[in-house]
């Protein structure tokens, strides 16, 4: 690959050169392919792609080809982005998947391959240690946005709780005008609020004994309190300073 002014000549394995105007949009979209693993049926998973314009101009870009089974967010955009894709396993049949994602720019045309698995139903075991930017969702890893912390007033876990959900099979939706979170897994429904010392639990308030907190730009949320009421059992590791939560299938 060379690179020379405003021209991008790149070099494929035949030997052939292919010539690209940097003076308008260039479109450059990574990794190529996703794969989700094996998605129990109880479950969720979601992966990122990014978006990224190597030449001048505003690039506009949107996906096409998106089946009804995936949630893309968001499907349009101007500039460099970020496309989070996500699979509910609770929608769709048992085996094999896979998708062509287009993504439709003015500077060319890229696709992302998106592959999954749907498998029976089994128990969620989720293993966050803190300070630490991986956790252990079965027997996979999980990045998370924010890495867990305790309290010092309280003496609770707090953590980034979106990666946590998903993993569960849930959903959560930021609504910045009431800065509530609220979050959905199955027929549960919590709703916390930045601040409050309460939450409320499928419509019945409940005490919090540290409130919901932002933190470097994340959203920083009690573990104990949210998964418990989630049905889920919560352990802690004192000497690895882990969380262990866990969901029966």
Partial sequence: MTCSATTLLVGGTTGALVRVDLSAPVVAVGPAALDLGSIPVNQARSATFAITNLGAGALEWHLENVPGYVTVTPQTGTGNGAVTVRVEGDSLSKGPYQSLLKVVTNGGDQVVTLRFNIAAAASVRIVLTVGKLV??????????????YIDKASGRTMVPIRAIVEALGGSVTWKAASRNIMIQLGTTSIVLRIGAMSATVDGVAKPLTVPVTILGGRTMVPVRFVAENLGCTVGWNALARTVTITRQG
């Fill in 135 to 148: 956790a252990m969702v079965g027997g996979g890893t999980v990045m998370l946005d924010a890495a867990p």
